[in-house]
């Protein structure tokens, strides 16, 4: 995967790829004390525009503030400016933006005070995350093994670097397993999420997903939601059991990055007629039109780079 760009920005300086290097002995690094966001900005008719960049934007400050950080030396505008800085800095159309706020210079008792918050924001170009045979076809999932975080374990909805250790286990297992991604179980049993995507059933016209409590509350899930409702279906948070996977008629995946996928297959059961259903195709069609600024009512999503 080409990481490649001209420029990351790390505490206010555009600095050239080859010079955004951090010290060993950053403790982000050994402990996973840092926060992030996944983001993408797409070329729309008025130019490269990132998607839902403002709300990206205050969960990473969400984040901050789960994990513990009091107080930050930047506000919401100046760190979404700092995003359309990098995209344009890159000349970028289509690409992924990774923000990382990261415990940097102390911290090494263990005590987020000990330290303090630096900033880095990353673009590069980022096909699609599934592979593009995985739109019309599908993926193939399992259950993990792994449980998903139990809420006052770690906090599901900060996207906190050191939680993602749980998505490695899982991801790792089923890749290895001969699955491309991982369904995990929250700790009552009930379905949670992906290692990095919310996931929806389709089951006579309806659609359900998980309540929040569990997991993050994907910014994929709520354009989903409002897609679907716009469409006219039905959108339904329960409590999903593991065989309701196996007897829906469909299942979807959403994220940043890997956007809107249909399951195939899950658990060595095929969902439905084992490729991508119709009605993920109907909501993916939408969210690739409106991630592109080509559906008015969503327009305000893309938030134009300039
Ligand atoms: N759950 C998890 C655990 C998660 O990491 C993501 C995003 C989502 C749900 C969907 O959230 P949203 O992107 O706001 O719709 N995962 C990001 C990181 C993926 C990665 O491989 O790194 C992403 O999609 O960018």
Redo the contacts with the bound molecule.
Sequence with gaps: MGMESKFIWMNGELVPFEKATLHFLTPALHYGAAV?????SYDTPKGPAIF?LT??VE?LFDSARVFGFRELPWTVDEVVKAHKDTVRANGFKDC?V?PLIYLDGGGWNLNVDGGKPSLAIASWEWGN?LGEEALAKGIRANISSFT?HHPNVMM?KA?ISG??AN?FLAKSESVRLGFEEAILLDPQGYIA??????LFVVRGGKLFTPSTAP?????????IYTIAKDLGYEVIEQPISRDQLYIADEVFV?????ECIGLCEIDFRKIGDGKSGKVTREIQNVYHEAIRGKVAKYESWCEVVG
């Excluded at 992030?36 to 993408?40: Q, V």
């Excluded at 999420?193 to 919310?198: D, I, L, M």
């Excluded at 959403?254 to 890997?258: E, P, V």
């Design positions: 992030f966001e996944g983001i993408r839902r709300e990206h969960r992924y990774r995350y998903r599901t996207k939680n993602y998505s999420e992906c290692t990095g995507e919310n997991v993050l509350e994907g910014i994929t899930r709520s354009s959403c994220g940043t990055a890997a």
